[in-house]
C-alpha cells in the first residue's frame, strides 16, 4: 500500500507523462506539415513511448492499491519557427521532466517507501537517456546552421536515432 503523499506525486508524475506523450505528438503533427518526415517520426515515437511511460506508472501505482487518477491535460503548443526552436523545447520539457523525477525520488525518501523508490530508477536512467538525446540532436542542428541541404541529412539521420521497441 502506499501513503496518501507517495499517492499523490505518483499521479503527479501520470499526468506530467501524459501531456509530455501530447506534446510529442503535437510536434510530430507540425514536422509532418513542414515535411520533416524523419523528424516527424521521431516524434511519433517518442509520444508513444511516453504513453508507455504513464502506463508503466499508473499500473505501479495500482499494483500497489493507490487509487490512479486520469486527469485533465494542457493543450500544447502546435507551431514551432524552426527544428531547433521544436528540440530546444524538446530539451527544456526533458529537463522539467528530471526535476519532476527527482522531487518524487525525494518523496520516496521521506516516505520511507523503498519499493517505489527502487522502482524509480528505471526513470532516473531514462531521463538521462532523453536528455542526452535532445542534447545530440541540438549539436547537429548547430553543425548544419544555414546549410539547408544538410536537413536533408539531418531528417533520415533523427528517423535512425528512433528506439526501437521492446517486445
Ligand atoms: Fe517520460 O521520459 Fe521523457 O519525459
Not at 514536422?31 to 506508472?57: P, S
Request: with cysteine.
Amino acid at each position: 500500500m502506499v501513503s496518501d503523499k507517495i499517492e499523490k506525486a505518483l499521479n503527479k508524475q501520470i499526468r506530467i507523462e501524459a501531456e509530455s506523450s501530447q506534446i510529442y505528438l503535437s510536434m510530430a503533427c507540425w514536422a509532418e506539415k513542414k515535411g520533416f518526415e524523419g523528424v516527424a517520426e521521431f516524434m511519433f515515437a517518442q509520444a508513444d513511448e511516453e504513453r508507455e511511460h504513464m502506463l508503466k506508472l499508473l499500473r505501479y501505482l495500482i499494483e500497489r492499491g493507490g487509487n490512479a487518477e486520469i486527469s485533465e491535460l494542457s493543450k500544447p503548443a502546435s507551431v514551432f519557427n524552426s527544428p531547433k526552436e521544436m528540440f530546444e523545447e524538446v530539451l527544456k520539457h526533458e529537463i522539467f521532466v528530471s526535476e519532476s523525477i527527482n522531487d518524487l525520488v525525494a518523496v520516496t525518501f521521506e516516505e520511507r517507501d523503498f519499493a517505489t523508490h527502487n522502482f524509480l530508477q528505471w526513470y532516473v536512467a531514462e531521463q538521462i537517456e532523453e536528455e542526452a538525446t535532445a542534447r545530440t540532436i541540438l549539436d547537429k542542428i548547430n553543425l548544419i546552421g544555414d546549410d539547408r541541404s544538410g536537413f536533408y541529412l539531418f531528417d533520415k539521420d533523427v528517423r535512425s536515432m528512433i528506439t526501437p521497441k521492446a517486445e
